[in-house]
């Protein structure tokens, strides 16, 4: 049986899945974790450092374990990074321990939200856009797999994407 006592939130970088994340967990009176936020405390250094020394493949090994320590917790909100799904573990995990949020955003949308953003490293490339559409396009059906509920959180207020998961929750 599925368990559905937490809300994991999942999606591209930018979608506002920590901000949402947050606003769930407050209206809800839960813990709050990032698998990003989480990474960067245990290790003491920067998703960017990570990738820098260790690769993808390293920081992936990483959130892998993230992900499988904060889906056995009970009662909380987790906001995951967007790639954690590519990880068939992950997206089980997800799957069997939490109601799984699919957060949607146009690519106009993130690359204006990332605008000004360092600390991303793949989307520190000459293209951002052809790089959000290739990861959208090989990402987007892992996502489905895993979503319980998918919402716009692009046009959306956020304070109405909060609402309206709840309902469905
Ligand atoms: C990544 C998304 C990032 C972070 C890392 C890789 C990705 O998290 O995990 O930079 O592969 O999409 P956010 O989705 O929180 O930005």
Do not use: W
């Not at 889906?71 to 997800?94: C, D, F, M, V």
């Not at 690359?111 to 990861?135: E, S």
């Amino acid at each position: 049986m599925k368990n559905l006592e937490n809300i994991y939130l999942i999606g591209l970088m930018g979608v506002g899945k920590t901000t949402i994340g947050k606003q769930l967990a407050k209206a809800l009176q839960r813990p709050f974790y990032d698998s990003d936020k989480f990474i960067e405390k245990s290790t003491g250094v920067s998703i960017t450092t990570i990738f820098n020394y260790e690769g993808e493949e390293g920081f992936r090994m990483r959130e892998q374990e993230v992900i499988a320590e904060l889906t056995s917790l009970h009662g909380i909100i987790l906001a995951t990074g967007g790639g954690s799904i590519l990880k068939a573990e992950n997206r089980e995990a997800l799957k069997q321990n939490g109601f799984v949020v699919y957060l949607q955003c146009s690519i106009d949308k993130i690359l204006y939200r990332t605008r000004h953003d360092t600390q991303r490293p793949l989307l520190q490339t000459a293209n951002p856009r052809q790089r959000l559409q290739a990861l959208l396009a090989e990402r987007d059906p892992l996502y489905r797999e895993c979503a319980d509920f998918k919402i716009d959180s692009g046009n959306t207020p956020g304070k109405i994407v909060v609402k309206t998961i709840l309902q469905h929750y």
